[in-house]
């Protein structure tokens, strides 16, 4: 019985791995900056499922929400980690830069300067919504916060960020 329990939680696994994976890889890419870091803590995180589930009798109500939430402290811990790591500045790099990463280098910039003028928590739905392609109802979930909450974050972020652009436009 247990076996077929272990491959049941596998299949599912492997589906949802097929399901989430390029939303998880697009929502920390933005989250942490680069791709090689993004892909690491979303493998890291499908190997905690994969681990929690074959570790016994666990039952994870919502796997997407499980998923969401984890990648979510995944991405912090991952910052957190690398904060004191010297960063060099890709203009110096002697290699030429390949359009689509430098593409990606300023987007990322310009969009995580303007989600640095919001609270965490609001930053936070704005990136689920957005890189997540999650519903307000699965932000709720995976925040553990009211539906009502999840919505006026995310509407608060964003009349925030739009100031903040006019501001800097009109200065």
Same mark, same amino acid.
């Given at each position: 019985m247990k076996l077929f329990s272990i491959h049941h939680n596998l299949d599912r696994i492997e589906k949802l791995m097929v399901a989430e994976r390029q939303k998880m890889l697009q929502y920390a890419c933005y989250r942490l900056g680069n791709i090689d870091d993004a892909e690491d803590v979303v493998q890291d995180v499908f190997v905690k499922l994969y681990q929690r589930l074959h570790g016994g009798n666990v039952e994870i109500r919502n796997m997407t929400v499980y998923l969401y939430?984890?990648?979510?402290?995944?991405?912090?811990?991952?910052?957190? =980690?690398?904060?004191?790591?010297? +960063?060099?500045? @890709?203009? *110096?790099?002697p290699d030429p830069i390949a359009p689509e990463t430098d593409d990606f280098e300023q987007e990322y910039?310009?969009?995580?300067?303007l989600l640095n003028i919001i609270?965490?928590?609001?930053?936070?739905?704005?990136?689920?919504?957005?890189?997540? =392609?999650?519903?307000?109802?699965? +932000?709720?979930? @995976?925040? *553990?916060?009211?539906?009502?909450?999840?919505?006026?974050?995310?509407?608060?972020?964003?009349?925030?960020?739009?100031?903040?652009?006019?501001?800097?436009?009109?200065?």
């Amino acid at each position: 019985m247990k076996l077929f329990s272990i491959h049941h939680n596998l299949d599912r696994i492997e589906k949802l791995m097929v399901a989430e994976r390029q939303k998880m890889l697009q929502y920390a890419c933005y989250r942490l900056g680069n791709i090689d870091d993004a892909e690491d803590v979303v493998q890291d995180v499908f190997v905690k499922l994969y681990q929690r589930l074959h570790g016994g009798n666990v039952e994870i109500r919502n796997m997407t929400v499980y998923l969401y939430r984890t990648l979510a402290n995944a991405c912090v811990s991952n910052l957190r =980690d690398n904060r004191h790591t010297t +960063i060099v500045s @890709i203009d *110096n790099q002697p290699d030429p830069i390949a359009p689509e990463t430098d593409d990606f280098e300023q987007e990322y910039r310009r969009i995580n300067s303007l989600l640095n003028i919001i609270p965490d928590e609001q930053a936070e739905v704005i990136r689920l919504r957005f890189y997540g =392609d999650k519903s307000f109802q699965e +932000i709720a979930d @995976i925040l *553990n916060i009211p539906l009502t909450t999840a919505k006026s974050r995310f509407t608060y972020g964003m009349e925030k960020i739009k100031r903040g652009m006019c501001a800097s436009l009109s200065v």
